[in-house]
């Protein structure tokens, strides 16, 4: 098993920053390839950004690359979403999630079902 703990959700002026962060505990972190995912109201949860065990890969959803960054440090379990640029259609309920993805499946990063533990997310409002 393995337990996802988000954290640095908040509220934010459009235009502003915010970096979610999301400690995980449990089995060996550095076997996991990390995502991001964000569901907002009425809306299907969707992807948002990847990476994988090593770090040295990484994947994000069209809207929002450029302006976000997924990274992690394996040292302290913990993989984070630096989200600048924000805008109010970011607004959502964000959450990591961890899973096993063998070395080629890249398309398998930006689906939900290629990740086997969820955390219980934290909000994200971006203000106009």
């Known amino acids: 098993q393995v337990q996802l703990v988000e954290s640095g959700g908040g509220l934010v002026q459009a235009g502003g920053s915010l970096r979610l962060s999301c400690a995980a505990s449990?089995?060996?972190?550095?076997?996991?390839?990390m995502g991001w995912f964000r569901q907002a109201p009425g809306k299907e949860r969707e992807f948002v950004a990847a990476i994988n065990w090593s770090g040295r890969s990484t994947y994000y959803a069209d809207s929002v690359k450029g302006r976000f960054t997924i990274s992690r440090d394996n040292a302290k379990n913990t993989v984070y979403l630096q989200m600048n640029s924000l805008k109010p259609e970011d607004t959502a309920v964000y959450s990591c999630a961890a899973g096993t993805i063998g070395y080629g499946r890249t398309s398998y990063y930006t689906k939900l079902g290629s990740y086997d533990y969820w955390g219980q997310g934290t909000q994200v409002t971006v203000s106009s």
């Open positions: 449990g089995r060996t972190f550095s076997n996991y390839a």
